[in-house]
Structures are given as structure tokens and as C-alpha cells.
């Protein structure tokens, strides 16, 4: 193929199919995707796509995940056997492990989410048209290789969230599962870094292949060093046999190392010469060990940060990071909140026998109110002990640990309520103004001063929380999404 041939290819407008069961839907992105110079086409349900597929030819299909009662992976054969150099990607809001490594395991070129605002929509299309923009320029140079990866629907644990942010993450695990580069996951502390990790094994070829586990930072130096590499009989007190490290046990398959960022700077260089040079020695022997070892890391660190300060080799960190995965916090994917709330519950309900059926309005409203600062890991331990403090088949506010009904702890100090106090009780009584109003207006200016803090604003009113709930929910004050706006003005 010439150069003249590929710009020319370039500049030609693309032909799109957009699939979705909505019209309103599919015509939207349509005129987004016309606005920006595209041709395009639109179906609503499997049978209508096959048939533009039969009648015209297409550069790409935008297809949504989800067609009234079909699937939208069943138009893959067809775009296959039709047109087999058309890309598809599939558009969706119901983001998961499965339907994301389903979607490339069946041929899918992409898989985006389907953003609720404007500018965001532009966006994520503008990307999928450049992206096949450059496929359709190289076409014919070569074919991109198939994509063969097996699903795994046994998982006693699972990824839970239909948020861009959890769809962008489970995109770079299917295509990180599919590779047996060293893959390096970051995040805040309990946020599901070991759950991405396992997943990327068992999502993978090799995940008939061992799976192996260590944290770094629960053992000392000396102690990681013999788990990883293995030692022999003598090496050191107490070595009393030849003993496999953590490498050779993984061999073939997967090592993951949480908390990376927390070994020493010595023995980080024994780890990049096994994961360089693909061998090991053991502790007290002059032998090395040939190993093939995809390697996976966490850490919560800021690595960058800890290369710049001589904590941590920067050859060692390009290694390890040749796949990033960024895990978000919770707080970044509130939208979450409720299927991981319903998701914990079942799992407890299942494990512990208790018959829970539900989670209050309310209580939903300050879970996802809550900032989460341990991040996943807090809210599966909130679920657990509201499970355990429940004596109805309903999770009540009451049921759950009080520092997350009330906000932030730390704002509880006696300098910090009087001070409070002191601002709520500026309340003016205004001529003709009934008590029912003056009450509203005094609890109203009380929930501003301590930024709606319930239990602080129960300890000045002096009153419980549950008359307080009562009162703000009969005035207005509080509604099922939090605090109305203007709700707190004490005019």
C-alpha cells in the first residue's frame, strides 16, 4: 500500500453502524458522529444490524451491550462472517469483568462506557474514530492478532461496579489478562488491588498456571528474600532443609507481590535480575534457577515520588510498570456504593444464615454520603457488622459503626461542638413567627453549623438522633439524596 493510498484511506469519512435498542440513543450518538464528519447508519436490534451489514459496508459498529432481551456480543459472528475487517465496540453501562474480557475474547476491537454528559460522549467517540481511523490506515499492512482468553464465572469474589471508572478497569484487566507482561496496580489501601491481580491470572491462558501470593511488607528483609528466592540446607540458623522460593513454586504462572513500594533497595536488585534475567539463586547457593515468571505488584506508594527519592530503583520501576492499572477510590465511584452494599450483604447473609433482605433508604443515603476513607475494605467491615448488629431481615442505620453515620470523628472534639453550639444559638426570634417555625429554623441553623453532622447536631440541640432524623426529614431539612439545597438558611 502506497503513501498516497493510506492518506487518502485516512481522509475518507468513516461508515458506522450504531446499534442501540433506544432510538432516541442511537440517533444521538449518530448526530454526534456526523457532526464531526462521519457517515453512519443505525439499527435497534440484532436482526436490523445483520441486515445493514448484508445491504452496506461499514468501517466500525458501535454496538450497546445490552438490546432489549439480546446481547449485543451476538452481533459479533455476524460482523465476522459479513465483514470481517470491521471493528466492533461495544458501548455500555453495565460494566463487569466478564462482559469486558467476553467482549474481546469474541472479537470486540473496544469497549468504552456510555457517558451521562455531552462533552464526554464527544470525547470517548472522537477517541473509538481515531482509534479506527489508525486500524483502517494499517489494515493493509497486517491483521491484528486474535484474542483468545477463557472465562472463569466461579469466582467466590468478584469486581462489583458499573462506573466509568470501574469500566476503564476492567478494559486494562481483560487486555492485561491477555499479555504476560509484568503488570504493575496502584491505588489506595483497599481499594481491590489483590482482586485485580487474581483476576488477571484467572482471566488469562496461563490460569490453569500457578497463582502465588506474598505481601512484602509483613515479613522482614532476610525472611522475604529466602520466601522469594528460596534457600538451601545451612544457608542460615534454622535452615534445616533445601527449601523452594516463591519464584520456582510460581514458575509458569503468576507471582503477585502486594506492597512493593515497602522492600529494601537490596533486595530490590535481586528481584530486577530475576525478573531481567528470568533466574534466581537461593540463599547460601552458588546455583541459579531458570524461572518463567509473569509478575504482578501493588502498592499503595507513590512509586514515582519514592524513584526520586532514592527509595525506590527506577530501573526496577519501568520493569515492573510495562502494565499500569490505577485503581480509583470508592470515593471516586459513588455510583458504586449501592450494588457493593447489596453485593457485601449477600455474602454475608449467604455466610452467616441470617435471612437480610434489604438496606434502608436511609441508611443507602449515608453510605453513599460517607467519604470511605478505607476505601472498600471499610465498606465490606461496615456491611459485616451492621450483618452481625441486625435483628431485622433490614439494615438499619443504627446496625452500622457510628463514625459512619456521623460523618467524620474527628470533628467530635468539646472545643468543636461549643464552638457550634455557640453559632446555632444566634437564632433569632422574629415577630408572628409560630414555634413550629422557630424549631425548624433553630435545628435548620444548627445542621449548617456543623456541616450536617447528625450526631453533633443531636449533642447541642440535646436530643437523640432518631427524634433529630425525625424532625429534619418533617421539615424539609434532609431528604433521601442528603441535605436540600438551602435547606440549612435560616430565613
Known sequence: MTEENVKNISAAPLRILVVDDEPHAAKFISELLQADGQQTEMAHDIAGASAALEKGSFDLVLC???????EGTELLPAVKRLQPDCLTVFITGYGSVDTAVRAIHEGAFDYISKPLDLIQMETELKTVVARTLKHRETLGAKKGASLDIPINNEDERHMVGRSSAMISVYGALARAALSRENVLITGESGTGKELVATAIHEKGPWAAKPFVTVNCCALSENLLESELFGHVRGAFTGAVQNKRGLFEVANGGTLFLDEIGDISLSLQVKLLRAIQEGEIKPVGSNETVRVDVRVIVATHRDLPQYVLD????????????????????????VSDIPDLVRYFASRFAAKTGKPLTSVSEEAMDFLTHYSWPGNIRELENAIGRAAAMSRTATLFPEDFPPEIMDGDVSSHSPATIAAAASHASETVISAGESLEELERRHIANTLQSVGFNKSRAADILGIDRVTLYRKAFKYGLISKGGPRKGSASPG
Open 64 to 70: 450497546d451491550m445490552r438490546l432489549d432481551h439480546e
Open 310 to 333: 532514592g527509595k525506590f530503583r527506577e530501573d526496577l520501576f519501568y520493569r515492573l510498570k510495562v502494565i499500569s492499572i490505577q485503581m480509583p477510590p470508592l470515593r471516586d465511584r
